[in-house]
């Protein structure tokens, strides 16, 4: 007992700051019906700014815990419901995790660029001191650490049990949930509590953070990341309506962690898979086997209506004219860029523009899934690394062909991908979300870790794995190779894009039941088109580490899975140009910092850049510079054919894209007159406030 003991105990505080984390995650969820994947971000903001006050700026622990935790953290919350997220429809799923994404990842990014890249080490505690053994149970020293996690969680959940299920607030964050113009009708001032919801759940995220501060040496957004991908497995077990469950959950999670690492042979494979991979393995099992998790996104409102159709791409609503010019152009704008890589170019930026060739083959992968599947994938990098290790450790002992490899790689791709569509049918929007980031850390810390896989971090490509000169610094046959490859993924997602499987995802995007209705087998769609973007992804991986000349285990993390897809939706995740616009523009964006301080330079703020982008995704979900590509592009419309007796003319459904009611033309000003198609199934029609 008393080495069980041993083991559990230091599992408490790791549990302890799960459990609270859990229940933030439910309790926002519960009362505004956002899963918030920020929360990490902002539990990590206010344990760096209450560690940067104490060590720092030499102010005491109490006032920096008030500063970081009572005051900064509430109001963070206040800001994001006040600016982003009251303003998206209560059921739109989609544009609440871009949101919470966005922010997960450009916080964390946004604070070395405002504050300095410093490390933070030894964060203190709030409450006891961690060098003072207090008592021992069955032996077990009890230190200021694990006393603080258990005593703050208790008063913690006791309070918070308290509001939600006695109070008259609690009552009505309960009920904003389920339709707040309900709760409206009653006499009630529904944002008011909404934002206090989101006030009280921000201070949960900053006093978890605080709590876990000391646990670490060292203060990093990582391992802040993981705690939140614990926290999801807390709170779907508890199919985010259960704080209790939620924290009882997360505490056993963190004891299990430490039991796990007790128990299990340090250096054994089962201790190397197994422990990285709990959270995941709970959180796939809750997915599966919670009954509550596969209708999260089942509509409770019965006030809701139709959600406005997404803005026609611009590509739809130019002139026959002007789409000619513009064709012509981008076959110009082509032949300049492919003669000037292979001319004057200096070898810094071949090396770029190649690098950017490669990430938009894979940004490719999400056009498919997320702009024509209608299906947010968390775990694209992934897939992408599936393929690019095949064909590594294929050249490598077998001493196949990198190229040929890499048809081999996006066919394993692809497998996992449909394994990953087969295990998720059930579930959609948050619950597919869960599920491909859960995979994706799997993959992480289980698969890609393995040394049979990635020989520890690195490994090394050689130029007789391909041969082909690509890999000679004063040639361009690695450029022709990317170039190539990028047309052809295009080639073939446009195929896919206009042919009868786009048309079926289309329909399938207005409406999935009339969709069944028509008689379109949503499953063979839904596991196609998870395939078609393994293949994609699994090619653009194995053509991104022939560019870096090596294949990285940090190239493929779950992380990047992340901000690729705030990449892709800033630029336009519904149009091909889009991701090659978005891989393109992210590497020149990145190697143009490098000319700014180190403050300022390298990944920080190219990702801050791009989260603030996705941020917009609710009000566009086109993409930011789709939406400003289709206004300029209207505007030069007007310039060009203004005083023309023989104006451009549109098919009505061109210029409404699917939308109806009454639409004005972009040139000649006439009205028309459109109808909008009511799908069976719908969303909000704007704000629910």
Not at 307 to 330: F, H, N
């Amino acid at each position: 007992m008393s080495q069980f003991l041993g083991f559990a105990i230091p599992g408490i505080p790791y549990g302890c700051t799960y459990a609270i984390v859990a229940v933030g995650l439910v309790l926002t969820y519960q009362a505004t019906g956002v899963f918030n994947f920020a929360f990490g971000a902002q539990a990590y903001t206010s344990a760096f700014v209450f560690t940067k006050l104490v060590q720092n700026d030499g102010m005491p622990v109490w006032l920096a815990f008030v500063l970081s935790v009572v005051v900064l953290a509430p109001i963070l919350g206040l800001a994001l419901d006040r600016f982003l997220f009251r303003k998206i429809p209560n059921t739109n799923t989609t544009a609440k995790l871009v949101t919470g994404i966005s922010l997960f990842v450009g916080i964390p990014s946004l604070l070395p660029v405002l504050f300095g890249s410093q490390s933070q080490f030894n964060a203190p505690s709030i409450l006891f001191n961690p060098n003072i053994v207090y008592f021992r149970l069955a032996g077990t020293p009890v230190n200021g650490i694990y006393l603080s996690s258990a005593v703050v969680t208790a008063a913690v959940l006791v309070a918070v049990v308290v509001l939600m299920r006695t109070t008259n607030l609690g009552l009505q964050m309960r009920g904003a949930v389920e339709s707040r113009r309900l709760v409206q009708l009653d006499g009630v001032i529904a944002g008011k509590v909404v934002a206090t919801a989101w006030a009280v759940s921000s201070l949960l995220a900053g006093l978890a953070g605080v709590l876990l501060a000391p646990i670490y040496g060292q203060l990093q957004a990582q391992d802040y990341a993981a705690l939140l991908v614990a926290a999801f497995a807390a709170a779907a077990w508890a199919s985010l309506r259960s704080m209790p469950i939620a924290a009882v959950v997360g505490i056993l999670m963190g004891v299990a962690s430490t039991l796990l690492q007790g128990y299990l042979p340090p250096d054994s494979t089962l201790s190397a898979a197994v422990l990285p991979s709990l959270p995941f393995i709970v959180l796939f099992g809750a997915l599966l086997l919670v009954p509550g998790m596969r209708r999260l996104d089942d509509t409770k409102d019965p006030l809701a209506s139709v959600d406005p159709p997404a803005p026609p791409t611009t590509a739809t609503l130019r002139a026959p004219q002007l789409s000619k010019i513009i064709r012509r152009l981008w076959y110009l704008l082509l032949g300049a860029f492919i003669v000037s890589m292979l001319t004057w170019i200096p070898p810094t930026w071949e090396n770029v523009f190649n690098e950017g060739l490669a990430l938009s083959t894979i940004f490719l992968s999400i056009i498919l899934i997320t702009g024509m599947g209608g299906q947010l994938s968390l775990a694209q990098a992934t897939l992408a690394g599936v393929g690019a290790f095949t064909a590594a450790q294929l050249a490598n002992h077998l001493g196949l062909n990198l190229l040929v490899g890499a048809l081999v790689g996006a066919a394993l791709a692809a497998a996992v991908a449909v394994l990953l569509a087969v295990v998720s049918l059930r579930l959609k929007g948050l619950g597919l979300a869960l599920m491909t980031i859960a995979a994706a850390l799997f993959f992480d810390n289980s698969i890609f870790s393995l040394p049979s896989v990635s020989n520890g971090q690195t490994q090394t490509l050689r130029q007789r794995w391909i041969g082909l000169g690509v890999f000679n610094p004063n040639g361009h046959a690695l450029f022709v190779l990317e170039i190539l490859v990028l047309i052809i993924a295009v080639v073939g997602v446009l195929l896919v894009r206009k042919g009868t499987i786009g048309r079926f995802l289309t329909a399938m995007r207005g409406s999935e039941v009339a969709a069944a209705g028509l008689g379109i087998n949503l499953t063979w769609q839904r596991v196609l088109i998870f395939a078609l973007s393994g293949v994609v992804a699994g090619i653009g991986g194995t053509v991104l580490v022939i560019q870096q000349q090596a294949v990285n285990t940090a190239l493929f993390n779950y992380e990047f899975s992340l901000v690729f897809v705030v990449i892709v939706v800033t630029t336009g995740v519904s149009t091909i140009e889009g991701a090659i616009q978005a891989g393109i523009s992210f590497v020149v964006i990145q190697q143009l910092l490098t000319f700014l301080p180190a403050r300022f330079g390298g990944n920080s703020l190219t990702i801050v850049l791009f989260a603030a982008g996705a941020l917009t995704y609710a009000a566009h979900p086109e993409g930011i510079l789709e939406y400003n590509k289709r206004r300029w592009t209207m505007r030069f419309e007007r310039l060009l054919f203004a005083g023309s007796s023989d104006p451009p003319s549109r098919e009505p459904a061109q210029m409404a894209g699917a939308g109806g009611g009454t639409t004005h033309h972009p040139v000649t000003g006439t009205t028309v007159d459109t109808v909008m198609v009511e799908p069976l199934a719908g969303h909000d029609p704007g704000s629910t406030r």
